[in-house]
């Protein structure tokens, strides 16, 4: 499962497809981690 939330990191990529500091993260056991930098978020 992914869902869009907002992150500091940086990446072009996703700022085009998904707007600006918001990006996609995956599902993990305590909550969402992003797929740029792998930081987690509750």
């Known amino acids: 499962?992914?869902?869009r939330i907002a992150c500091s990191c940086k990446n072009?990529?996703?700022d085009e497809k998904c707007g600006k500091g918001i990006r996609v993260h995956n599902s993990c056991n305590n909550g969402w981690?992003?797929?740029v930098?792998?930081?987690e978020r509750k």
Request: some cysteine.
């Open 1 to 3: 499962m992914t869902k």
């Open 33 to 35: 981690r992003c797929t």
């Open 12 to 14: 072009e990529y996703q």
């Open 37 to 39: 930098c792998e930081t």
